[in-house]
């Protein structure tokens, strides 16, 4: 039974990117004062569909100097990556109790680098190879910030299990309380997921789409789900951490959905972010603001200990 909901679960993932890509093109149409995709099907709702089809029937060509195995497994490492973390979709009874489910998302997190890494070194291209290494340490520099934000609320809640968020925000959602951080973990989720405004792995301007350079049809398809995957993702764990985590309401999943528009929306608005910016960024703003939320809610919880022992 397991292995059935796991395999609808992601059937509905592939959909929901499928879908995803027709909402993002349709919202960029609609800022660019222009129609978006409206021909294939009702107001071109089949657009993903003939999309994915023709990315993965069309001819599949390489390199020459490729390291050819390599080139070729890496897109779907990225893909079991990206869905892997889809493990974690909370629910009461499952075959896997995630009692370290945020320990598991910052290990499966970090295993996404490795899949760009290889793709661009694997490409043989200096194009490629440039994009692979701004990930890389746009990665590790923005998982510091990620993981500390989500350690202030560990010391919050005295859990790793994503369903205690739900018990403990049946009163008051964490965002009243940290919204400063609440804006800090989005940015970093944005570079996390390399997106807009800090898409350097890809950068078309200067970078000719960077690590998937030479990628086409179903190598290309693998890397681009793997890429919309994860920000669903990031947009679920937003809601759970933030914005109440009741994920057994409809309003949990058009919360997410809002927060999927955020990521469309800053792509739309702003455009790419200065690299050596980038990193300021990270290390001088994104950094010490987590580090002093960690020690408002250390301070916090001891006073509430505190008091309660008294």
Known sequence: MYYITSLIL???VMVAVGFYTLLERKIMGYIHIRKGPNKVGIFGLFQP??????????EQVYP??????IYYVC?????????????????????????????????????GVYSLIICG???????????????????????VSLSLILLSFFFLSDSYSLIMFNCIQNMSWFILFSFPIFFCWLSCSLAETNRSPFDFSEGESELVSGFNIEYGSGGFAFLFISEYASIIFMSLFTCLIFL????YSFGFFIKIIIICFFFVWVRCSLPRYRYDK??????????PMALNYIMFFLVMKTMYLYHFIL
Do not use: H, T
Not at 123 to 137: A, E, K, P, T, W
Not at 244 to 247: E, I, K, L, W
Not at 278 to 287: D, Q
């Open 10 to 12: 992601l059937v509905f």
């Open 49 to 58: 569909f003939s999309d994915g089809a023709k990315l993965f029937l069309k």
């Open 64 to 69: 020459m100097n490729s390291n050819f195995v």
């Open 75 to 111: 897109p779907a490492l990225g893909l079991v990556q990206s869905l892997f973390m889809w493990v974690l979709f909370p629910y009461y009874f499952n075959c896997i109790d995630f009692s370290y489910g945020f320990l598991f998302f910052l290990c499966v997190s970090s295993l």
């Open 121 to 143: 070194w694997s490409s043989n291209s200096i194009y490629s190879i440039l994009g692979c290494m701004r990930s890389v340490s746009q990665a590790i520099s923005y998982e």
């Open 244 to 247: 109440g985590g009741d994920f």
């Open 278 to 287: 980038l990193m300021y960024l990270a290390w001088k703003c994104y950094l």
